[in-house]
């Protein structure tokens, strides 16, 4: 087992360190709040010389991600940061990364989206961009955020995928936190090498990237994609194996909170995860039995085992910190009740849409979930979407 | 009759949108759709190279050291040849291609 060194670390901070010791070859950015610590402190790291990156300052996110596309085509190992507006400037390049099987690694600090205009929490961005084709896994907390950032690098290249790993706009970002990190030389072990299949700069073996696509191959590439996507979640599976077995902390798709004999649970992702397990512990010392299902994995989307996770629980709520302003229902309760469906699970699973742009979530909001759940349990019918929190 | 050519399925494309080897894009004639031709003057000719060097389109021929030849199945038509040509009076001018079509069918003729 690796040994292990406690520290104090903002969520920022924290990914910075991993980027630190997974010492990229390259890393293109553009700054965004909250996420500009993220890339600021690594640029501190290029110039105290702490890091042999090639640090790429670019006028744009746009720029950014087009950077970063170019080195990892070219062979290098390529990392950025961003959040809100600049994912949602760098959102047509993200199709080309992945398109392109890049793995890229993006440390991306949900926020909300104008507008109106708001620099805080919510899942709106990220939601954004989840059908380009990137790998996109959530953190609960600082100690997440650096682990995940870890582990997505192998994830990344193993499945020739781009991949972002999240965390929440100034509650995890810039919440300081007591977290574990690891030796320089076992994170470098961890990750190992990158290993070069098809590269620009192999001279010995010209290939030509991104050529036009038409009728005849586009389609074929598209379900290329869809299926890389498909084979990701066992890559996902046996980097989190691999990071178990050095350092100790177990990781999946998803975590179940005190499921088995839960009669009720919400369904939610990131830093209100931590929050409904306290609530959850605090119905179960009243005899309820709460759960949560803290999803970390959201692309790909482990339907089959979220269902399965499920299927026994009475009453089932999802949290969701963004809308898909559609006359539906939130991202995630979309695809909850997708997987419920396609796995002939057949219950009431109201949605519920909180904390949009930073508005705090509280414990007596989640209880009342929990309480909305119990009446569904004792036969009463609930609203389908209900926005926790939001002023009449 | 055109022989069927049988297109690889997903399983077995190169994945990532690489095509094995470089230097494709000669394979695909992007001079098709030009509104102007640059046409070459060869008593003005210095053979400078200025518009080989300039050429977005590697779309001028040289020999020896020498221009040749407008490649017309690459060249656009943007005119920064006949834009950089340093010779008093130039050495290129642009014509419509309208105009140098007609041309060509009266040379045909």
């Known amino acids: 087992m690796s040994k292990i060194n406690v520290v104090a670390r ?3 901070e924290a990914m910075a360190e991993a980027m630190r010791q997974i010492n990229p070859d390259v890393v293109a950015a553009y700054p965004i709040t909250p996420a500009t610590e993220i890339v600021q402190i690594f640029a501190s790291y290029v110039a105290d010389g702490l890091v042999d990156t090639e640090f790429v300052p670019v006028e744009s996110e746009h720029s950014a991600m087009s950077a970063c596309i170019g080195s990892s085509a070219a062979g290098g190992r390529t990392m950025t940061g961003t959040s809100s507006q600049g994912l949602a400037l760098m959102a047509e390049i993200l199709y080309v990364a992945s398109g392109l099987r890049l793995p890229i690694v993006l440390a991306e600090v949900n926020r909300a989206l104008s507008s109106p205009i708001n620099i805080h929490c919510d899942h709106s961005d ?5 059908d380009a084709g990137w790998i996109q896994i959530f953190s609960e907390n600082a100690q997440e955020a650096y682990d995940n950032m870890v582990q997505a690098v192998k994830i990344a290249e193993t499945a020739a995928l781009p991949t972002m790993v999240t965390t929440d706009g100034f509650i995890i970002s810039h919440g300081m936190e007591r977290i574990e990190i690891f030796e320089d030389k076992d994170v470098k072990d961890f990750v190992g090498p990158k290993k070069l299949g098809q590269y620009l700069l192999n001279l010995e073996k010209p290939i030509t990237l991104g050529a036009l696509d038409l009728q005849d191959y586009y389609f074929e590439h598209r379900r290329q994609l869809a299926e890389a996507m498909i084979d990701s979640k066992n890559i996902i599976l046996d980097v989190a194996k691999t990071f178990k077995d050095k350092f100790g902390r177990a990781y999946g798709l998803f975590e179940s909170y005190k499921l088995d004999d839960a009669d009720r649970a919400i369904v939610v992702m990131g830093s209100t995860a931590g929050t409904a397990k306290v609530v959850a512990d605090g119905l179960r010392a009243k005899g309820i039995k ?6 970390r994995v959201f692309r790909p989307f482990p339907k089959a085992e979220v269902a399965e996770a499920l299927k026994n629980i009475k009453a089932v709520a999802v949290m969701d910190r963004s809308d898909t302003i559609s006359g539906h229902e939130g991202p995630l309760a979309l695809e909850v009740k997708a997987a419920l469906f396609d796995s002939n699970i057949k219950k009431e699973v109201p949605d519920y849409i909180f904390g949009l742009g930073g508005r705090e979530v509280r414990l007596e909001d989640i209880e009342s979930v929990y309480k909305d759940l119990g009446d569904i349990i004792d036969g009463k019918s609930k609203d389908r979407v209900t926005y926790l929190g939001v002023r009449e | 009759m055109a022989e069927k050519i049988q297109k690889q399925g997903w399983k077995s494309l190169p994945k990532g949108d690489v095509i094995e080897g470089g230097g494709t894009a000669r394979e695909f004639r992007t001079g098709d759709w030009r509104s102007e031709r640059p046409v070459h003057i060869p008593e003005k000719c210095i053979h400078c190279l200025t518009c080989w060097i300039y050429c977005p389109d590697s779309a001028i021929v040289t020999k020896n050291g020498k221009f040749v030849a407008f490649d ?18 130039k050495a290129i001018k642009m014509v419509s291609e309208k ?3 007609k041309n060509e069918k009266i040379c045909q003729k």
């Open chain 1, 126 to 130: 990220t939601m954004m961009v989840r």
């Open chain 2, 99 to 101: 105009e140098a079509k």
């Open chain 1, 10 to 12: 903002t969520g920022n």
């Open chain 1, 290 to 295: 709460a759960g949560v299902l803290k999803l």
């Open chain 2, 72 to 89: 017309y199945k690459y060249c656009k038509g943007c005119g920064i040849c006949a834009h950089e040509c340093p010779v008093k009076g």
